[in-house]
């Protein structure tokens, strides 16, 4: 099992910049990848950002250029560079991880950070 401790979200006016971070009990090196998500209300979850624990990344289409995914294993923690803010971008936001990569395996999901864009 692993538990992850979102933190970081917060207000913050379009065009701006956030940093959330996410701490993983369990060391990352050792699982096999690790994302976020956001869910807007009345939307369904979205994949924001991935990283395996081989550094390889992904990106939802909306975020391209715009936000970046990494990760330090000396402290168990991933993070989320969030730059050039939309509104659109307003959401609570979810650390995942994948311990095995195996389709159908238990994904283990932090608690949640809200991220609120707006003037």
């Known amino acids: 099992q692993v538990q992850l401790v979102e933190s970081g979200g917060g207000l913050v006016q379009p065009g701006g910049s956030l940093r959330l971070s996410c701490v993983s009990s369990r060391r990352i090196v050792s699982i096999y990848a690790m994302a976020w998500y956001r869910q807007a209300p009345g939307k369904e979850r979205e994949l924001v950002a991935s990283?395996?624990?081989?550094?390889?990344?992904s990106y939802g289409d909306s975020v391209k250029g715009r936000f970046t995914i990494s990760g330090d294993n000396a402290q168990n923690t991933v993070y989320l560079q969030m730059n050039s803010l939309k509104p659109e971008d307003t959401a609570v936001y979810y650390c995942?991880?994948?311990?095995?990569?195996?389709?159908?395996?238990?994904?283990?999901w932090g608690q949640g950070t809200q991220v609120t864009v707006s003037s």
């Open positions: 995942n991880a994948d311990l095995w990569g195996i389709p159908g395996a238990r994904n283990y």
């Open positions: 990283i395996t624990n081989r550094g390889s990344t």
